[in-house]
């Protein structure tokens, strides 16, 4: 090999380091720690007694249909990479939500149905130490956990691929007719070459919110969802 050809690969490979390095450095901050929030668990509602938790996981569990999506649904789907196509279909869509609360071994599974379209059933563990899960959501690798935050139930999401982080937040009425989950979905970019010079920061460089609403299954609600499918 010829001395230029030499010296063009070496500069090839220094131009590309600063890229892998950042490479590197988004998929193990979507991977670590971080996430701006308390340790999860039980921290609001660890130290209630039993027949409060009980009334919580009462107040959650069950079926929930959607009633309407928020202002910004369709640009909070273009953020996570769903076309505008089906962005259009989604939002005319009958969905529900199934939630199952586990207040003894402190776990809940949701599973949320979008017509005959999508079915996406996940398990949380909610106690302190529970570390994050790994999953596969929409054909791509997700990391999940949860959270109570007194009665209103917090999921974090990750996704290293897509370099998005997300999180909702799941309230119930005080009649216990109504469920709300507000859904935040934010874009980290990576600055820096991480020299010492520029060393690596994180910023949000896009975000989206919007909020679902919900009402508790009752059999006329059943038989309309029915009908839709």
Not at 88 to 95: E, F, G, M, Q, V
Not at 163 to 186: A, C, F, I, P, Y
């Amino acid at each position: 090999m010829t001395i230029g050809r030499r010296a063009k690969r070496g500069q090839q490979a220094q131009d590309k380091a600063p890229l892998a390095r950042s490479r590197g450095f988004l998929a193990s901050h979507c991977c670590g720690p971080r996430f701006g929030c308390r340790p999860l668990g039980l921290q609001s509602i660890q130290n209630t007694s039993a027949s409060e938790r009980s009334a919580l996981a009462r107040k959650f569990s069950g079926t929930w249909f959607l009633e309407r999506h928020g202002d910004g649904y369709e640009e909070w789907l273009a953020i996570k990479g769903v076309s505008a196509v089906n962005r259009k279909i989604a939002t005319s869509l009958p969905a529900k939500k199934q939630f199952l609360v586990d207040d003894v071994r402190q776990e809940v599974t949701l599973s949320y149905t979008l017509a005959h379209i999508v079915h996406l059933t996940q398990s949380f563990h909610t106690d302190e130490l529970a570390p994050w899960q790994e999953e596969e959501e929409g054909g791509v690798r997700c990391l999940i956990r949860a959270r109570w935050e007194e009665e209103v139930f917090v999921i974090e999401k990750r996704f290293p691929q897509l370099g998005l982080e997300e999180r909702v937040w799941n309230s119930v009425s005080l009649d216990g007719k109504h469920l709300t989950s507000k859904m935040q979905t934010q874009r980290i970019a990576v600055c820096g070459d991480g020299t010492d010079a520029a060393p690596f920061v994180t910023t949000v460089a896009e975000s989206r919110t919007t909020t679902d609403t919900f009402s508790k299954c009752t059999p006329s609600l059943a038989g309309m969802f029915a009908h839709h499918r």
